[in-house]
């Protein structure tokens, strides 16, 4: 008896163009038995084996890689070749095996609503129908054909086509025998007949180390977490109300191990977490973990959304870094890049042989700045992929917030274009309506799901109500950088003092919209790159001005409202420009003016977090009061910072100028011993020790329209903190 098929459909089969090869091989039934057909092109001979039997499966006729034979019962086969060389291989058949998508799968995977998408897509170890194995689902709605590709198949894409899902897009498989660390692509043929480049997966949990890029399969499953109790209470480390101060690090150059190896995560979670602590940060913001091709792109260009990057090791080592940081009390924010993605063949630009996840029309779907493709954010099952990431990240990895990059090019159609290359809305604005209900989407599901974290905006103009709830209009952040503080204090601070008294404004302008978001105050990497050196050599003067100045500084953004943010090197004073290929110049700590700033940062921090009158009120208006704003001739600053009724008032002090103010005359809120906090004059850090001995005694003269004041002492190029405990 003889298994036959048409010409045309063997041709199929053995090109690996069928779209359904779950009808042609596998288990059939045919002449009332069961009859197994299957292929193989490395084979001259095939059997199947149940059980100790063995049944012989003859080449079907016209065909070189396809066998048939009866087997029968209804028990699992094994398939055994034997090649013309002689050798012999056994393998089980994965067309024998059932779909693993579910019907409810299958509908919010259709419908582009499925929240934990990664829990469907990609490839997942598992047991299946009795045999273990991986699961392998791709969405591909306009390929004419999918396969999944690795070192298990010779890297042949007519070995393991994939079953399609109906309407939904989606493509799947399982393969039998394939585990935890296989490497794999997918193979596609577009929509117009091409072979497309293989194609990293796009729902993958692991990567080859670069250059390489292909997916790896990673079990993300199993995970013993020991931070429940920091979970618990998280919300109110990441509230509004607490101390938030972060430490923003490039995990490539923070240190490098010998022979220039980067730190994995397994040693950061033991010498960063330590190094953090120690400092008094409150949180780590980590620059992009998700896994990128380029290294010159900081992993602000992402291909893998769902790896964390080998680059510092596997899956559960990076949990072994979030939960040792939950250990000490350190939150751990993930930068995330929604905002663009690489054209690099493997990655997701034309995925299917189509613009599927960014869009047609390059005034919509290209960024010249970066020379990266845009998502495609009003196509519900890419608002979805994006979506669902977010809240992967928060749940599997535990991560207690997402600072989401350059929303700013997210929100406007006419971001960095000139008349004429962007298309307008449907109202004829320029604003991205569909971004714009993305990142409200996001806000909503991710603070919904996943109690106790923070969403943080870069976004770098004046778009209303970034850090407002939704149901309020806004777009639902917790938290916005404040770049507009950033850049008119850093023009002011690197200006020589004589012109300051002319930029006077600069410092003060912030106050007028301080609380008008919830703020953070970023010096980040982005201040310390392209040329424009560090913030040390940013400042003016010789070197004991240039660290004056810089103590100075910090300790204006310590006793400003807003949270704060400090990248990785300024906290020494780092004097090379940040150079993501070599570690931090942490042998300048040798020299005690670099270490000097280093403990004034720590100090800064403690000070910050045991006082709330520093922090409690960050985000609201009556927790400051201007005291002396107008000075511009002597670049005098004096503010004043409270908390609740019961915690006692912190005045701070700046003068940026070089020269000594012996007797200058400030207002306070009451009469009495004021206790200097906080001096970054102070030998300790490098300074001159000049100050007010640790006192000042205040007497009930009104000035500047407080009911006390007192002649203080201000040191040149320095900031004081003072408060009244009586």
Not at 124 to 136: D, I, K, L, S
Not at 265 to 289: N, R, S
Not at 476 to 502: A, C, E, S, V
Not at 635 to 660: K, L
């Amino acid at each position: 008896m003889e298994y036959n098929l048409p010409r045309e459909v063997i041709a199929r089969i053995e090109a690996g163009l069928h779209d359904d090869p779950f009808s042609v091989l596998g288990p059939r039934d045919h002449d009332s038995s069961r009859w197994v057909v299957a292929l193989d092109p490395a084979a001259t001979s095939m059997t199947a084996t149940v059980g100790t039997k063995t049944y012989p499966l003859q080449r079907i006729e016209g065909s070189h890689a396809l066998f048939a034979g009866k087997v029968p019962g209804a028990k699992p086969y094994r398939l055994k070749c034997a090649g013309g060389d002689g050798g012999t291989w056994e393998y089980e058949d994965a067309y024998r095996f059932g779909p693993v998508l579910g019907e409810i799968d299958e509908y919010l995977l259709g419908e582009g609503t499925h929240r934990r998408l990664w829990t469907v897509l990609g490839a997942h170890v598992m047991e299946h129908e009795g045999a273990r194995g991986t699961q392998f689902a791709v969405w591909a709605p306009n390929a004419r054909r999918a396969s999944v590709v690795g070192d298990f198949n010779f890297w042949d894409g007519r070995r393991h086509v994939m079953r399609r899902r109906g309407a939904t897009g989606v493509w799947e498989i399982f393969i039998p025998g394939v585990t935890e660390g296989a490497v794999y692509k997918y193979e596609i043929i577009g929509a117009y007949g091409t072979v497309l480049p293989q194609k990293a997966d796009p729902v993958g949990f692991g990567a080859q180390h670069p250059p390489d890029n292909a997916s790896i399969v990673r079990d993300i499953a199993g995970y013993g977490w020991k931070d429940g109790n920091w979970i618990e209470k998280r919300g109110g480390r990441n509230d509004r109300a607490a101390p938030i101060s972060i430490y923003e690090v490039h995990l490539g150059s923070w240190r490098r191990k010998e022979g220039g190896r980067r730190i994995s995560y397994k040693e950061a979670a033991e010498e960063l977490v330590g190094y953090v602590t120690d400092m008094g940060f409150t949180h780590i913001e980590l620059m992009p973990i998700s896994e990128y091709p380029f290294d010159g792109s900081w992993g602000y260009q992402p291909v893998g959304l769902f790896a964390p990057t080998i680059r510092h090791g596997p899956p559960h080592e990076f949990r072994d870094l979030i939960d040792a940081a939950h250990e000490a009390g350190i939150g751990v924010i993930l930068d995330w890049v929604p905002g663009h993605f690489p054209a690099d063949p493997h990655g997701l630009g034309q995925f299917d042989g189509t613009a599927l996840y960014e869009h047609a029309d390059p005034r919509e779907g290209f960024h010249k700045d970066w020379n990266t493709l845009i998502y495609n954010y009003g196509r519900s099952e890419v608002r979805n992929y994006l979506i669902s990431n977010a809240l992967y990240w928060l749940e599997e990895y535990h991560i207690d917030g997402l600072r989401v990059d350059a929303v700013a090019s997210m929100l406007y159609r006419d971001y960095s274009r000139d008349e004429g290359e962007w298309v307008p809305n449907v109202h004829g604005g320029r604003e991205n309506l569909e971004a714009i209900d993305l990142l409200r989407s996001m806000n909503t599901l991710t603070y919904g799901e996943v109690p106790g974290i923070m969403t943080v905006a870069e976004e770098s103009t004046s778009f209303p109500m970034v850090s407002r709830p939704v149901d309020m209009g806004g777009l639902g952040f917790g938290y916005k950088w404040n770049m507009g503080w950033m850049n008119d204090t850093l023009d002011y601070i690197q200006k020589d003092p004589i012109h300051r008294r002319h930029h006077h404004h600069q410092m003060t302008f912030g106050l007028h919209y301080a609380f008008s978001e919830n703020f953070i105050l970023p010096i980040s990497h982005d201040e310390v790159v392209h040329g424009k050196g560090s913030m040390f050599t940013r400042m003016p003067g010789n070197s004991w001005e240039k660290f004056a100045n810089l103590r100075a500084y910090y300790g204006f953004m310590w006793g400003h409202p807003g949270k704060k943010l400090l990248f990785m090197g300024q906290e020494f004073g780092q004097a090379a420009e940040w150079n993501h290929d070599t570690e931090l110049d942490w042998r300048a700590l040798g020299d005690p003016n670099h270490s000097g700033l280093q403990r004034l940062i720590r100090d800064l921090n403690n000070l910050y977090r045991a006082t709330p009158a520093l922090h409690a009120k960050d985000c609201e208006h009556d927790g400051f009061q201007w005291i002396e704003a107008t000075d511009a001739d002597n670049s005098v600053f004096v503010w004043v910072r409270r908390g609740g009724e019961a915690d006692a008032p912190v005045v701070v002090v700046c003068n940026f100028t070089p020269v000594e103010r012996p007797s200058y005359r400030i207002g306070l809120p009451k009469s009495g011993s004021w206790h200097e906090l906080l001096n970054t004059d102070a030998d300790v850090y490098g300074g001159g020790n000049r100050g007010n001995f640790g006192k000042v005694s205040a007497q009930d003269h009104e000035h500047h329209g407080q009911p006390a004041s007192a002649e203080i002492m201000i040191p040149p190029l320095a900031t004081l903190f003072l408060t009244n405990r009586d």
